[in-house]
T-cell receptor, first 112, second 115 residues
Framework: GQQVMQIPQYQHVQEGEDFTTYCNSSTTLSNIQWYKQRPGGHPVFLIQLVKSGEVKKQKRLTFQFGEAKKNSSLHITATQTTDVGTYFCAGPVYDTGNQFYFGTGTSLTVIP | NAGVMQNPRHLVRRRGQEARLRCSPMKGHSHVYWYRQLPEEGLKFMVYLQKENIIDESGMPKERFSAEFPKEGPSILRIQQVVRGDSAAYFC?????????????FGPGTRLTVL
């Protein structure tokens, strides 16, 4: 069945260090979306990437969508304590669109 | 513009009881998705509904679970004869169009605890 895996599962960084989470899908995705979920909270949309090889930046966050549209990454430069949370990638399998598959998530802890 | 609303925020049920979870999508959104999140896990798709139609329920258990999105009123996820394994956070999300092309907006979730 369809799987969307993320690595690492957990990441602890010192404040100011960089952080990267990787997302890999077993099948091609129509697009990739990234969400952030704070502890006890709900997922909040961060960004959507649609094109193969697309790169987008939001301040300290850089998002990439792989050429084959099966993988993606989120990189945070100089982490801050406000970056704490779990980051999920998600997307619909190509040409279906009904089901939205969420990745397994990467939980980020930032040590002040 | 109010966001996605879910109620109740917390629900406690004893085994065998029924749980009803409500979701009011954002204004102008006619697509609703339900997800389940077990502790320390990701979100699992359950069902996708449009007004008065179930579009895809392939992620929903065949028994005890049902969902509806009537013409008027909120979308409802119903769990009959709850068991301890149903304890989880249930999130709904809405979008103005089919999800392939739009971000989804999540509600605050309903935390269900089955005693």
């Amino acid at each position: 069945g369809q799987q969307v895996m993320q690595i690492p599962q957990y990441q602890h960084v010192q404040e100011g260090e960089d952080f990267t989470t990787y997302c890999n899908s077993s099948t091609t995705l129509s697009n990739i979306q990234w969400y952030k979920q704070r502890p006890g909270g709900h997922p909040v949309f961060l960004i959507q990437l649609v094109k193969s090889g697309e790169v987008k930046k939001q301040k300290r966050l850089t998002f990439q969508f792989g050429e084959a549209k099966k993988n993606s990454s989120l990189h945070i430069t100089a982490t801050q304590t406000t970056d704490v949370g779990t980051y999920f990638c998600a997307g619909p399998v190509y040409d279906t669109g009904n089901q939205f598959y969420f990745g397994t998530g990467t939980s980020l802890t930032v040590i002040p | 513009n109010a966001g996605v609303m879910q109620n109740p925020r917390h629900l406690v049920r004893r085994r065998g009881q029924e749980a009803r979870l409500r979701c009011s999508p954002m204004k102008g959104h006619s697509h609703v998705y339900w997800y389940r999140q077990l502790p320390e896990e990701g979100l699992k798709f359950m069902v996708y509904l449009q007004k008065e139609n179930i579009i895809d329920e392939s992620g929903m258990p065949k028994e005890r679970f049902s969902a509806e999105f009537p013409k008027e009123g909120p979308s409802i996820l119903r769990i009959q004869q709850v068991v301890r394994g149903d304890s989880a956070a249930y999130f709904c999300a809405s979008s103005p169009r089919r999800l392939s092309y739009n971000e989804q907006f999540f509600g605050p979730g309903t935390r269900l605890t089955v005693l």
